[in-house]
């Protein structure tokens, strides 16, 4: 691997690992791969209760420190598994940690690690609510991020951003209603890939170059040989030398205002009406409103 | 577990028969910490069982990130952890820095392990004073949110904002800091941190309620601790020196000099207790940080990963140019998957980060240190009283917005 320049944890060297895990994994393991500083390990999703006794109990790898789920639905597997759950060990006595990763579909069931480390269980109901991957022999597969009675697997790739439903409150039901998902604008989803890398749309105005019909063939192509063909001539000469008859004058509709140059100019305002000091000045005479009487006594003083 | 309601007859009742009852903690409950459902099935004032109900916090972050650059999904982190936000965004600014493999200017290190340890200052504050107002004491919480303020304020020194601050950027942090605030936070940590703290702890630590609320309740054993995924202050106080800053260091925290405190007992009283210590090594780390932090850049000058500054564009066609691409299209990562976790306050917060190559993450994933500890809460309070479920919590650390993500 190239110099490691940047800042992230470093754990213990992998190096010899990746053999050392490979071998004692056998024949449950599929692939090893070392990238970016992560040692992976693909293994068989039937063996995988196994292979992770074999890492926790055999090497050390004490800690279950996550599960996640991912969907590659373009990445599908032999039998049709295009989810990955990935588990994150951790080895508190090595000081290092590895990924085991399994694939699996809806149908397919994933064995459970609950019987390894009790945590799994909620990291288990939270990929199967997420990504609907069902594992095997947990007792308590429930959802567990999503809504009550919520259908469905959010984070599943083909599920769009913004759901199905929504709720508010209600006011004249006074309850939360769940109604279809109704948006005011589109979402914004800007896409910066350029024509050039291979952009998978159709740029606007494009569809008509994909559209134009090739030019029907025919037979003997017609042409012009003499000047007479394209109807040039004294005849034509004659025709464009007579006036253009002339456009008869519009008459306006009954009621129409005259045309704005033919208006008369208004007549002049009279003297003091453009005088406005009488609307933004006080008048001075004015005499200032009496107090208003009090009707009641105050309360507090008696 | 059992499942159901468990009925029992009673020898001194005769027929009379006697039955657990279930009762719903939260989710509006002040000493839930947020929106918490717990359902607790009770004999008499005793646990017999806990289901907590997370996830009505849910806000989909994970699939948010997924339709956004990764420069905009920086601010989702901050409200994750609310009380923490810093914290959240190391994990993933290092993951996209670890994809990227980016080096980062030492003085962008050192500010971020100094921010880092301030939040965790930030947050241990928020977590002793709502445990302590839990368990019935008023005063100490008051006078840490005095403090609790005070890095706050250091925060909008440092990027305009109190909480969500999105000042840790991939390639280093978003500005430099002003010289003021550095020696301001130096005479911060070492008169006024001491002396308010010092004051509040006084109150607490050996007070008799307090400690008869906490020793000995949620007693959890070593070999527990690790195989419930325990991090952080809590798997520390199990008596397990580890922490990922020690042992898998990130940033500048391998030029640090700072002790790690461990519980003997494993109870709730140890957790508060490790807290209260780490405030004290992390003000240690940060003046460590403010005596050597050299001059220099603060962010990479990789100008097709960071942004060039505002009086730069105005010189420079090129950096005019990758001004509006950064902020438009954004970086591309290159492709692979990375799991970087860092010791936030609470415990081990990791990313899985999962790039296509695209310019927007594929798959972020995002552990939350509540979900292994919340999901021990029902063996912890087994056979405890209905009041300890408070303190229980309180000395879990838990925050939904982390949780439920």
């Known amino acids: 691997m190239a110099t490691v320049l940047h800042p992230a944890p470093k754990f213990a060297s992998s190096e010899g690992v990746r053999e050392a895990l490979s071998a004692a994994l056998g024949d449950s393991l599929v692939e090893a791969h070392e990238e970016h500083g992560e040692l992976i390990f693909r293994v068989r999703r039937e063996a995988l209760e196994g292979a992770l006794r074999t890492l926790r109990d055999d090497h050390a790898y004490q800690q279950l420190m996550e599960i996640a789920g991912a969907d590659y639905p373009d990445r599908l597997d032999s039998d049709g598994g295009r989810f990955e759950v990935v588990y994150m060990l951790l080895s508190l006595t090595r000081n290092h940690r590895v990924m085991v990763k399994v694939r699996a579909s809806e149908a397919t069931p994933v064995p459970t690690a609950t019987t390894l480390w009790p945590n799994a269980g909620w990291l288990e109901r939270e990929v199967f609510d997420m990504y609907g991957v069902v594992f095997d022999g947990n007792t308590d597969l429930r959802r567990i991020l999503t809504d009550y009675g919520f259908e469905g697997h959010p984070f599943r790739k083909d599920f769009p951003l913004t759901g199905y439903q929504e709720l508010r409150y209600s006011q004249t039901e006074r309850r939360v209603v769940y109604e279809p998902v109704e948006l005011a604008q589109d979402l914004r989803q800007f896409d910066f890939m350029s024509p050039w890398e291979g952009a998978d749309y159709v740029l606007p105005g494009d569809e008509k170059a994909a559209g134009t019909p090739t030019p029907p063939t025919v037979d003997k192509p017609r042409t012009t040989e003499t000047p007479a063909q394209t109807g040039a001539g004294a005849k034509a000469d004659a025709k464009a030398a007579k006036p253009s008859p002339a456009r008869k004058s519009r008459t306006r509709a009954a009621g129409a205002p005259k045309p704005t140059e033919s208006r008369p100019a208004r007549a002049p305002r009279k003297g003091k009406s453009a005088d406005t000091a009488a609307a933004t000045e006080p008048a001075e005479a004015k005499k200032p409103t009496a107090p208003r009487k009090r009707t009641t006594k105050p309360k507090g003083d008696a | ?405």
């Not at chain 2, 002040?30 to 907590?52: F, K, N, Q, S, T």
């Not at chain 2, 004491?137 to 601050?165: I, K, Q």
């Open chain 2, 1 to 405: 577990m059992s499942t159901g309601l468990h009925l029992e007859t009673s020898p001194t009742m005769g027929d009379e028969v006697i039955s657990n009852y279930t009762i719903n903690f939260g989710p509006q409950h002040p000493a839930a910490h947020g929106v918490l459902r717990m359902v607790m099935e009770l004999d008499g004032e005793i646990i017999e069982r806990i289901d907590p109900h997370v996830g009505l916090l849910h806000r989909g972050t994970e699939k948010l990130i997924e339709h956004k650059t990764y420069l905009q999904a920086l601010p989702y982190f901050d409200r994750l952890d609310y009380c923490s936000p810093l914290n959240m965004e190391h994990s993933y600014v290092l993951a996209i820095e670890k994809l990227l493999n980016l080096e980062v200017p030492l003085r962008g290190q050192y500010l971020r392990v100094l921010f880092a340890e301030l939040s965790r200052i930030c947050n241990h504050m928020l977590n002793i004073g709502s445990h302590v107002m839990d368990v019935g004491a008023m005063t100490p919480n008051l006078w840490v949110f005095e403090l609790r303020e005070d890095c706050l304020n250091f925060f909008e020194r440092a990027s305009g904002a109190r909480m969500h601050s999105a000042w840790f950027r991939p390639g280093g942090v978003h500005q430099d800091v002003p010289l003021k605030l550095l020696t301001d936070i130096g005479d911060w940590c070492d008169t006024r941190l001491p002396e308010l703290f010092g004051d509040a702890m006084s109150l607490v630590i050996d007070n008799r309620i307090f400690k008869q609320r906490n020793v000995d309740i949620a007693l959890v054993s070593k070999d527990d601790a690790i195989a419930w995924g325990f991090s952080g202050p809590m798997i520390r106080a199990a008596g397990l020196p580890w922490d990922l800053r020690k042992s898998q260091p990130y940033d500048v925290y391998d030029r640090m000099e700072f002790d790690i405190p461990v519980g003997t007992n494993s109870d709730c009283y140890d957790r508060f207790m490790v807290r209260v210590k780490e405030v004290y090594e992390s003000a240690k780390i940060i003046k460590q940080c403010l005596a050597q932090m050299p001059e220099g850049p603060v962010c990479s000058d990789d100008r097709k990963i960071v942004p060039p500054k505002r009086a730069e564009m105005k010189q420079s066609m090129e950096a005019l140019i990758h001004h509006f691409k950064l902020y438009t299209e954004g970086f591309h990562v290159p492709a692979g998957e990375v799991y970087v976790a860092t010791e936030s306050p609470k415990g081990e917060f990791g990313v899985y980060l999962v790039s296509d190559g695209s310019n927007k993450p594929y798959r972020c994933k995002i552990r939350p240190t509540a979900f292994s500890h919340l999901q021990a809460m029902d063996f912890m309070s087994k056979g405890h009283m209905l009041p300890d479920a408070t303190a229980i919590l309180g000395a879990i650390d838990v925050v939904f917005g982390e949780c439920d993500r």
